[in-house]
């Protein structure tokens, strides 16, 4: 089984939906990052948490909210879905002795109509 | 300006080609440099990872790093059709900031049997 998943992998919402994205890993890590990926500008962090009661915004958190349920899960939530938002999310984990080894999901493409 | 630069490519090369992608970034207080490797619809993988100046090798890879003119360079030797994919650079500041990663816009490499 995959070490960090994520659901869903495809969705299609509408402007102004609230959408949740969800994160998982077993890698027993304490940090955990979710980022946005646009053709032409790679990755761009959103939100990281170095653990449970450690959030924190990255480059581009406007329109976004985390969740850190528990050490294993970190949920991503768009509260009013815009188009612009339209994306590949990723979510990432590492060690915090070796963060500059992140390990990614596979992916969540979204699309905002 | 975005404060790591990646020429996006795309680049296509002939299989057995030394390949060089390059990244410029203008904080000078990045000490980490790293190199993800992503393959189509996968999460990126870290392939290479230097601290500080310096050159580092693994196989047909070479990682280069001048701290001096700001520069981040990798090297693939006699590429192959495997290695078709897109790679990011990364970097980060260690320190209080350490895993908070800095990503180039990725550069997607082809290489043609």
């Known amino acids: 089984d995959a070490d960090v998943t994520q659901t869903p992998r495809n969705r299609i919402t509408k402007t102004g939906k609230r959408i949740m994205l969800e994160c998982s890993q077993t890698?027993?890590?304490?940090?955990m990052y979710w980022y946005r990926q646009d053709p032409g500008l790679g990755l761009q962090l959103i939100y990281y948490s170095f653990d449970v009661k450690d959030i924190n915004k990255g480059e581009i958190s406007d329109g976004y909210s985390v969740s850190r349920q528990a050490q294993a899960k970190f949920s991503l939530s768009l509260e009013s879905a815009i188009p612009n938002q339209t994306a590949l999310y990723f979510c990432a984990t590492s060690d915090p002795r070796a963060s500059e080894t992140q390990y990614f999901g596979p992916g969540t493409r979204l699309l905002v109509l | 300006q975005k404060e790591v630069e990646q020429d996006p490519g795309p680049l296509s090369v002939p299989e057995g080609a030394i390949v060089s992608l390059n990244c410029t970034y203008s904080n000078s207080a990045f000490q980490y440099f790293m190199w993800y490797r992503q393959y189509s619809r996968k999460g990126p993988e870290l392939l290479m990872y230097?601290?500080?100046?310096g050159n580092k090798e693994d196989g047909r890879f070479t990682a280069q790093v001048d701290k001096s003119s700001k520069y981040i360079s990798l090297f693939i030797r006699d590429s192959q059709p495997s290695d078709s994919a897109t790679y990011l650079c990364?970097?980060?500041?260690?320190?209080?900031?350490?895993?908070?990663?800095?990503f180039g816009q990725g550069t997607i490499l082809t290489v043609h049997p």
């Open positions: 230097t601290y500080s100046s």
């Open positions: 990364a970097t980060n500041a260690g320190g209080t900031s350490y895993g908070k990663l800095t």
């Open positions: 890698k027993g890590h304490d940090r």
